[in-house]
Nanobody
Framework: QVQLVESGGGLVQAGGSLRLSCVAS????????MGWFRQAPGKEREFVGA????????YYTDSVKGRFTISRDNVKNTVYLQMNSLKPEDTAVYYC???????????????????????WGQGTQVTVSS
């Protein structure tokens, strides 16, 4: 049974930082790209960023470039989302997701498409106050 469990969310003031973690179990973590998505109230779930299976390639949506960083530890089966310079518009539930990249090249670009991801976590709330 595959499980993705996010943690690290909370309430932070604008300009502050948070680090989200997502621990995966029940899958061969090192063969999966890991993505972060978010959903604000009344809005569709949107792509935030992703890291490919090797950690060699990352991809971010424009609104978080330079502020958010994704990393992974294939020994701990964990992916991280470091969020700096947070803004009120970053307020959302954040989800991690896993996309099987078995056989893909070392530098294969991870997907930003929701439907490409096979497994999802339950989400963690991030609230940024102004």
């Amino acid at each position: 049974q595959v499980q993705l469990v996010e943690s690290g969310g909370g309430l932070v003031q604008a300009g502050g930082s948070l680090r989200l973690s997502c621990v995966a179990s029940g899958l061969t973590f090192r063969t999966y790209a890991m993505g972060w998505f978010r959903q604000a109230p009344g809005k569709e779930r949107e792509f935030v960023g992703a890291i490919n299976w090797s950690g060699r390639s990352t991809y971010y949506t424009d609104s978080v470039k330079g502020r958010f960083t994704i990393s992974r530890d294939n020994v701990k089966n964990t992916v991280y989302l470091q969020m700096n310079s947070l803004k009120p518009e970053d307020t959302a539930v954040y989800y991690c997701a896993a996309d099987n990249q078995f056989g893909r090249a070392y530098d294969y670009t991870p997907s930003r498409t929701l439907n490409d991801y096979d497994y999802w976590g339950q989400g963690t709330q991030v609230t940024v106050s102004s």
